[in-house]
């Protein structure tokens, strides 16, 4: 869970000491932030706490969001709720049902 949050936190702090103009940081939410969400479709503003799995990677996803919420007018930042960028941890292989395996499908058919 920390780690996750660390991460993010050291990200801006490089983020604030760059001498790079209109610096922004794009966080990669998850969508299993709004796993608990009461009602469809989820709302692309800010969500309650209760609305997130209670597992600890999406607790660690909302609040990184949170952080970034936090930290507006001190830096330019964005969450974006992504579904699975990657395949499994140990094969590698994507689950053919997930968003990019079909789109990629869908684009060579």
Not at 10 to 34: G, M
Not at 47 to 61: D, H, I, N
Request: aromatic share 8%.
């Amino acid at each position: 869970f920390e780690g996750h949050v660390w991460e993010l936190v050291n990200l801006v702090k490089i983020t604030r000491r760059s001498s790079a103009k209109d610096v922004c940081v794009l966080f990669a939410s998850s969508i299993a932030v709004i796993g608990q969400y009461p009602s469809q479709p989820v709302p692309e503003h800010p969500v309650p706490p209760e609305s997130t799995a209670e597992l600890r990677y999406p607790e660690a996803k909302w609040v990184c969001e949170e952080l970034l919420l936090l930290l507006e007018g001190k830096i330019r930042g964005s969450s974006v709720r992504t579904g699975q960028m990657t395949g499994s941890e140990g094969a590698g292989a994507w689950n053919e049902s997930e968003h990019f395996p079909v789109v990629v499908d869908a684009s060579t058919s």
